[in-house]
């Protein structure tokens, strides 16, 4: 974990990301080098009893200071689960938590904490009352941090494309 936690730090760009409200965001982001991702992904794929052709590219994210990831859902052209691993323990009162506000849910990043989530299809795919109740009950956001955080992100697709 330290060596992907060194090299996201080391390649990480930063972004700064505003559409009218939605996916903004302020963090640095970069996909971690296949021959240090795979053994993540082969245990991630394992937990989604996903095949690993399945699985995106693993994301290192980081925030600095003052950084953040507004509400959003992360299911678009098929994404259904995603996956965080967290790289620091962030005290109370440093914000940075994940948050499910319809779940009321806050989770506090710990070093080595990971979790695990389904995302809802919001379009066609489902009744349209049901994409709603999955969308808010899955929406979350990364709250704003008041000291630099870090995650792995892994998303699992129903399909192969990418
Ligand atoms: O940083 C977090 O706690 C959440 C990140 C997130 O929501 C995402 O990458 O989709």
């Known amino acids: 974990m330290n060596a992907i936690a060194e090299y996201g730090a080391q390649h990480a760009k930063p972004r700064e990301i ?4 939605f996916f903004s965001r302020k963090d640095t982001q970069v996909f971690i080098a296949q021959s240090l991702a795979q053994p993540v992904i082969d245990k991630v794929s394992k937990l989604m009893n996903m095949p690993v052709q399945n699985m995106e590219k693993l994301q290192y994210i ?6 953040f990831f ?6 678009i052209e098929g994404r259904c689960v995603t996956f965080f691993c967290y790289l620091d323990d962030l005290s109370e ?3 940075g938590e994940t948050f499910f506000p319809t779940l009321k849910l806050k989770i506090r990043p710990q070093r ?9 299809p919001k379009n066609a795919d489902c009744a349209k009352k049901l994409d709603k109740w999955r969308y808010n009950l899955l929406k979350h956001e990364g709250c704003l941090t008041t000291v630099p955080k870090r995650i792995l992100a892994l998303i699992g697709r129903i399909s192969t494309k990418k």
């Open 112 to 120: 080595g904490m990971a979790i695990m989530f389904p995302n809802g």
């Open 70 to 75: 507004r509400e959003h859902e992360d299911y």
């Open 62 to 67: 980081g925030y600095p200071a003052g950084g």
């Open 18 to 21: 505003n559409h009218f409200g």
């Open 93 to 95: 009162n440093c914000g």
